[in-house]
């Protein structure tokens, strides 16, 4: 019998197309590849694991041949620690972070050793070969690995289970105002969907969260559960959606039984209102999302916008209209006021509305410190854990990344050279870029509402968390970052943002030098040293589970990015 697991990973390897994930805070897009985690088994090198304590305190310069290596192939995830040299290199490619922190490809294998062994000669011989592990797909670890009971899935579940009970009620005559009032409720959850994706009221929501909650006596179960519920509103948004849907149904079942008291018009927006709603969630679905980033982007776009005016052409006509005579009655004015439906859609309209109307074309200037990626600066600083989307066309396609700031004059965001646009970015690097002045708060900006906090990132990863050293932060920040070719693929500036720091504090391990490392335990060895209250880690989906899970397991909170947060 061919499982859902089995099909996904059939899907993923027929694709040769870019495709992209997405998180809120994290989207990118990715292509198929070998295990991103493995460290090359050339006659050069041997896989080899070092303890961080003794080996990964500071930025080892790299001789010229590490530098060779570490720069001869991209690698296909931007938060990806290294790559089989032997692949082909038409699968070689770095992936720019869409909200600000990345999520790789597949899972990392290690090999444990009792005690530290010294690096390889140069001209070591290669090791014998390894059984290859089965490895699972990106969508799979996605979809099918975080587990039926997830913060995420029990947010869906609740909201979906309210909207249900309501909805059966108002059927069987129990609940007269919902059924007299079908539509209102749809639109109520479309309100609802809408506060749950505005990023200017989930900024002033994460301001609020970290002033009221960032204090010591604040006990860190409610800090947690609170990280958590902020992390997983998705599943609100996600059921709010369908929940619409539900109660749109049964509005245009109610119209259509009652067809005499209302007009053609009225049934006819309803419907395309519907369709379009139906549309847009379809293009949600993980599987299209995934693959077809674009079309779920243009789609939720474009198609929300339309529902929109359309929302708004089926508010005014049900208002106006009246049955006895079948004509639209004068005098708007005061009626529509009076009405629930009028001040959600116009709730509505505000938050969508507002991220546009800070829209602006701001000239920047970009750097590449490999042929990977690029450097992007903007003028004007940026407080720690913020996130920022820019674009070359802005009613095409929007990117987020995490952005770095000393808090002063300038700050500036790390892009991998992927896709078209974040090619264009190191080919031909632009003059001025469209970007959002309202920037958006995720994960890493809840690391100011803990005292003492472990950060685990493997690539460019660390780019959202590289604020945190530059500028004053009520938390204790320690730094665990997993990658290779520190100055080759990121940069001089890059790494000189993190040197000149107590090596207790900033943990950097060059894989191209050390060898990969367990960076499940070595997560928990680190927090457990430095005694933090909570680790958050930036890595690929397996990485990222296995450091969230290692942590939970020895009794320390662990978040990282998610599907849909």
């Known amino acids: 019998m061919i499982t859902l697991r089995d099909r996904i990973i059939e899907m993923e390897t027929s694709e040769k197309i870019e495709r992209f994930s997405s998180c809120r805070g994290v989207a990118f897009e990715v292509k198929p590849h070998s295990d991103p985690f493995s460290i090359p088994n050339s006659s050069a090198s041997k896989r080899f694991w070092l303890p961080c304590e003794k080996n990964s305190s500071k930025i080892v310069p790299s001789s010229d041949s590490m530098s060779q290596r570490s720069i001869s192939r991209t690698s296909s995830h931007f938060c990806d620690l290294d790559l089989d040299e032997d692949e082909d290199e038409d699968s070689d490619t770095l992936a720019d972070i869409e909200e600000g922190y990345e999520v790789a490809d597949k899972v990392f294998e290690t090999i444990p050793t009792p005690n530290p062994l010294p690096l390889p000669p140069a001209a070591s011989k290669r090791g014998p070969p390894k059984a290859s592990k089965p490895k699972n797909s990106r969508l799979s670890v996605i979809l099918l690995d975080q587990g039926l009971f997830t913060v995420y ?236 989307r820019i674009s070359p066309s802005p009613f095409s396609e929007w990117h987020a990344f995490g952005i770095i700031s000393d808090g002063k004059t300038e700050h500036m965001m790390l892009a991998g050279a992927v896709g078209d646009f974040t090619k264009s970015l190191v080919s031909k690097p632009p003059s001025h870029l469209w970007v959002r002045n309202v920037h958006f708060a995720g994960l890493p900006y809840l690391v100011n509402m803990y005292d003492r906090v472990l950060v685990v990132a493997t690539g460019s990863g660390i780019c959202v968390f590289l604020s945190f050293l530059l500028q004053p932060c009520s938390a204790n920040v320690c730094f665990l970052w997993v990658t290779k070719g520190v100055e080759q693929n990121f940069g001089k500036e890059i790494k000189e943002m993190m040197n000149g720091h107590p090596k207790d504090k900033v943990i950097v391990h060059d894989t191209a030098l050390l060898g990969r490392p367990n960076v499940a335990q070595m997560s928990v060895d680190t927090a457990k040293k430095w005694g933090a209250e909570v680790v958050i880690v930036t890595s690929n989906p397996e990485g990222s589970r296995d450091v969230v899970n290692a942590c939970k397991g020895s009794g320390i909170p662990a978040f990282g990015p998610i599907w849909d947060s």
């Open 153 to 388: 899935k029990r947010l869906f579940v609740v909201c979906f289970t309210l909207n249900i009970t309501a909805l059966v009620l108002a059927t069987t005559g129990h609940f007269p105002y919902a059924r007299d009032n079908a539509a209102l409720f749809s639109i109520a959850n479309i309100f609802a969907l809408t506060l749950c994706r505005s990023e200017a009221f989930l900024r002033v929501i994460f301001w609020l969260v970290v002033k009221v909650l960032g204090h010591s006596w604040v006990p860190i179960r409610i800090k947690t559960m609170t990280t958590s519920l902020l992390q997983s509103l998705g599943g609100i948004h996600s059921s709010c959606g369908v929940s619409s849907i539900g109660w749109l149904i049964y509005a245009l079942i109610l119209t259509l039984k009652n067809r005499e008291n209302t007009s053609p018009e009225i049934i006819g927006v309803a419907s395309t209102i519907l369709s379009l709603l139906c549309l847009s969630s379809l293009a949600a679905f993980p599987l299209v999302r995934h693959l077809h980033h674009n079309v779920f982007e243009r789609t939720h776009r474009f198609a929300g916008w339309t529902a929109l005016g359309l929302l708004w052409a089926f508010v005014i006509l049900t208002i106006s209209y009246d049955p006895n005579t079948k004509s639209y009655s004068k005098g708007l004015g005061s009626n529509l006021i009076k009405k629930q439906e009028f001040w959600f859609t116009l709730g509505i309209t505000i938050l969508i509305i507002i991220p546009w109307i800070t829209v602006r074309r701001v000239p920047v200037r970009i750097s590449s410190p490999s042929g990977h990626a690029s450097i992007i600066k903007f003028n004007g600083g940026v407080k720690p854990g913020i996130l920022g």
